[in-house]
T-cell receptor
Framework: SQTIHQWPATLVQPVGSPLSLECTVE??????LYWYRQAAGRGLQLLFY??????ISSEVPQNLSASRPQDRQFILSSKKLLLSDSGFYLC?????????????FGEGSWLTVV | AQSVTQLGSHVSVSEGALVLLRCNYS??????LFWYVQYPNQGLQLLLK??????LVKGINGFEAEFKKSETSFHLTKPSAHMSDAAEYFC???????????FGKGTRLSVIA
């Protein structure tokens, strides 16, 4: 069966520091991968998605970036964090279209920028 | 472009009462529709989905939703609320294809004993 792992689960970072959140999927190949951010009262905001290695689509311009160095690995990064980057970050994956476009989520990472 | 509107950011029901969470969508093509549930400090878990076929979809934990094309709605219901149903619920839509899901802003369900 497929599983998704996301880490770290919680982190507190000072303003201006770098960020790296990592996500890996097991049990599937060539998944679509996503990074969402959830801020209080604002639902889920799609940040990046990837349909293959090295292919990244950015939905929202900001100081975050994403990379997909391997088929089942998706990394969210920042060179210098802002206070507004605080939130709950969720990695997700989706299999082939025949699976009904269902997206499956990781457990999330709480980021607090201080 | 697709969009989702969830009416009511917070819904409160008594234990044993009917749960009704509303979702309306906008899509230029026949959509896939989803409901997800999120418990505190956790990721999102799929409750149910509509892709094709029967418009009444049954999901986990006794929830169901009905796709009504004429009303562009996909409301989530459960006949009898349980305390463990207290969570945040998200409706999502995607056109058939390879595009990401678009989520509503969520509805927080509280269940009162």
């Amino acid at each position: 069966s497929q599983t998704i792992h996301q880490w770290p689960a919680t982190l507190v970072q000072p303003v201006g520091s770098p960020l790296s959140l990592e996500c890996t999927v097991e049990g599937t190949s060539n998944p679509n991968l996503y990074w969402y951010r959830q801020a209080a009262g604002r639902g889920l905001q799609l940040l990046f998605y990837s349909v293959g290695i090295g292919q990244i689509s950015s939905e929202v311009p900001q100081n975050l970036s994403a990379s997909r160095p391997q088929d089942r690995q998706f990394i969210l990064s920042s060179k210098k964090l802002l206070l507004s980057d605080s939130g709950f970050y969720l990695c997700a994956w989706r299999g082939q279209i025949l699976s009904g476009n269902t997206i499956y989520f990781g457990e999330g990472s709480w980021l607090t920028v201080v | 472009a697709q969009s989702v509107t969830q009416l009511g950011s917070h819904v409160s029901v008594s234990e044993g009462a009917l749960v009704l969470l509303r979702c309306n969508y906008s899509s230029s093509v026949p959509p896939y529709l989803f409901w997800y549930v999120q418990y505190p400090n956790q990721g999102l878990q799929l409750l149910l989905k509509y892709t094709t076929g029967a418009t009444l979809v049954k999901g986990i934990n006794g929830f169901e939703a009905e796709f009504k094309k004429s009303e562009t709605s996909f409301h989530l219901t459960k006949p009898s609320a349980h305390m463990s149903d207290a969570a945040e619920y998200f409706c999502a839509v995607t056109p058939r294809g390879n595009t990401p899901l678009v989520f509503g802003k969520g509805t927080r369900l509280s269940v009162i004993a």
